[in-house]
């Protein structure tokens, strides 16, 4: 018996510069889509009269891409996902994902070039648009975020048993490729801005936060989002824990005073949460 079917373009790459005389301004994505409907025919009868063929949606994305001038990735998926769930009769559900590639321009002395940029990264921007005929869901996220501090950070306190070597620390290097992704409240956002204060309260609180964990810090983070963003209505947080060990330097002849590292990238802890307002459910 089929169920649960789905199909789809991905990896549509798309790069749109908008030119304002001199000064230029660069969007790059990266686009994919997902149709979930009534589609069981093309599997079991090989009956294509309902598809929407992938290269459509990709000529789909270019199209309207050229039709409105460069827009937010929220604003674009909106209106892809609007496109396609109004002329497939047999869509029930469309997924639109986007990731944005930042491009910063190159500055030539003390002024930032017009045309001329370099890759930032491996941030990235992302941006979710879930459309049926009932109802929109648009998320939005940060993808590989790597942050780290110095200090204010922490682990003790923990159950120990036969197998446990990893000694107690209250000053520890706490880094991580940090992804979030939040739920908007509605379509009447600022997305842009509510982007930026997002990643802020994200950043300025894993700052100043004095950390017993990453859990902990997790969570504070989370709660220092919705404090500051009303449109978020829930917001969840990866933070793969990448270890700084301290080196041995005893063997060398030297001491250790908390300052040489040696960072490692498997094995990794892995801590995963979700931040929602009272009253709210999946």
Sequence with gaps: MLTETAYGKSGVRLVQVTRHGD??????????IRFEGEYDASYTAGDNSDVLPTDTMKNTVYALAADAGSEEPESFGLRLAKHFITRNPRLHQVTVDLTEHAWERISVGDREHGQSFMRRGPERRTATVVMDRERTEIRAGVADLLIL?????????????????????????????????????????????????????????????????VQHTLHAMGEAVLESVPDVTSIRIVMPNRHHLPVDLARLGRENRNEIFVPTTEPYGLIEGTVRRPGRTL
């Design 23 to 32: 000064r230029h301004d660069v969007r790059d994505l990266t686009v994919a």
């Design 149 to 213: 501090k110095s200090a204010h950070s922490a682990f003790s306190g923990f159950p120990r048993d036969e197998f446990t070597t990893l000694p107690e620390t209250r000053d520890r290097l706490l880094a991580t490729a940090l992804t979030a992704t939040w739920t908007y409240a509605g379509d009447a956002v600022s997305f842009a801005t509510a982007w930026r204060a997002v990643r802020r309260a994200l950043l300025e609180s894993f700052a100043t936060h004095d950390s017993e964990s």
